[in-house]
């Protein structure tokens, strides 16, 4: 089946420091990509949804200004969290719906810790 | 506006005991509805939906529209049934999903 990576796998970095998440389509090509946050024991939250070519757009109480999403490919987006603080601490997943399929594939996540 | 309800957090069940997961759902158009699974120290991945009306793993799950639930059940608990389920409905247009809060079972011996 298609598999989504994502990279790094954890990261620790000091508030105020900006942190990239990678993540990729392996073996299928995807014109969007979706972001979530998961806080702990709580569902996925939709963060924003990446589109190869065109702007991010983002859920309803998501800073776009604080959350930088860029889908530099078909198999590429990259969530940057800028300016980041302790608040932003959390699990990041982002997923792909292979193009022509509904069936979205996740990454592994990406667990941030913001000193 | 379209909201997932999993009423509970964790359900405790015996191996070989039967299994229902509990979902509801409001949405105002037509649903499309999904069960992801998370196994221990491993990503979400789709178990089933409802549009295919398939059994995988022995869990199947019927939508109904007049009760708005999609409940997952399983007539025998394995011990590997033991992870976290969350219930997603599809959105209209963009393909983005809203999911419950999830379920943890654990199958015990």
């Known amino acids: 089946g298609a598999v989504v990576s994502q990279h790094p796998s954890w990261v620790i970095c000091k508030s105020g420091t900006s942190v990239k998440i990678e993540c990729r389509s392996l073996?299928?090509?995807?014109?969007?990509m979706f972001w979530y946050r998961q806080f702990p024991k709580q569902s996925l939250m939709l963060m924003a949804t990446?589109?190869?070519?065109?702007?991010?757009?983002?859920e309803q109480g998501v800073e776009k200004d604080k959350f930088l999403i860029n889908h530099a490919s078909l198999t590429l987006s990259t969530l940057t969290v800028t300016s980041a603080h302790p608040e932003d601490s959390s699990f990041y997943i982002c997923?792909?719906?292979?193009?022509?399929?509904?069936?979205?594939?996740f990454g592994p996540g990406t667990r941030l810790l913001v000193l | 506006a379209q909201r997932v309800t999993q009423p509970e957090k964790l359900l405790s069940v015996f191996k070989g005991a039967p299994v229902e997961l509990k979902c509801n759902y409001s949405?105002?158009?037509?649903?499309?509805l999904f069960w992801y699974v998370q196994y221990s120290r491993q990503r979400l991945q789709l178990l089933l939906r409802?549009?295919s009306r398939e059994s995988i793993k022995g869990f199947t799950a019927d939508l109904n529209k007049g009760e708005t639930s999609f409940h997952l059940k399983k007539p025998f608990a394995q011990e590997e049934d033991s992870a976290m389920y969350y219930c997603?409905?599809?959105?209209?247009?963009?393909?983005?999903?809203?999911f419950g809060t999830g379920t943890q079972l654990k199958v015990e011996l």
């Open positions: 409802h549009i």
């Open positions: 997603a409905l599809l959105r209209g247009g963009g393909n983005k999903l809203t």
């Open positions: 949405y105002s158009g037509s649903p499309e």
């Open positions: 990446s589109n190869e070519g065109s702007k991010a757009t983002y």
């Open positions: 073996d299928f090509q995807a014109t969007t």
């Open positions: 997923s792909a719906p292979e193009r022509g399929i509904e069936t979205q594939y």
